[in-house]
């Protein structure tokens, strides 16, 4: 009789770790379309002290910059230029920065300023 139990209960056992294990695998990436894969952005911002320059690979069409307070301080529209560069006129710690290029696609990005 002993034995018989001992089996049922090896088998429980068995069954609750391979359950377990099964379980705790990571399901792997959920599968993303075209458009999300692609992460490397056509500009670079680049930052020396409290001045902000937007340089890109396509012409850009709209700047507007905003404080985190969510003051506005650039709105610039129909640059059609490769390059944009403007000053941040207060001692904010972050400035958010959306850039619009030439195909109407919208990029938006937070930058640390000193």
Do not use: H
């Not at 506005?72 to 972050?94: C, D, G, L, M, W």
């Not at 959306?98 to 109407?104: A, D, N, P, R």
Request: net charge positive; hydrophobic share 35%.
């Amino acid at each position: 009789m002993t034995y018989l139990t001992l089996r049922k209960c090896a088998a429980a056992i068995l069954f609750a770790s391979i359950s377990g294990i099964s379980l705790a695998q990571d399901p792997g990436p959920k599968s993303k379309s075209a458009t999300e894969v692609s992460t490397t952005k056509p500009f670079r911002i680049l930052t020396s002290g409290q001045r902000i320059s937007i340089q890109s690979n396509k012409n850009i069409s709209n700047v507007i910059a905003w404080t985190a307070s969510g003051n506005r301080f650039v709105e610039q529209t129909n640059i059609q230029a490769s390059s944009y560069n403007f000053v941040v006129p207060s001692k904010e710690k972050y400035v958010f920065v959306m850039v619009q290029l030439e195909g109407g696609k919208r990029y938006t990005e937070k930058i640390g300023v000193r």
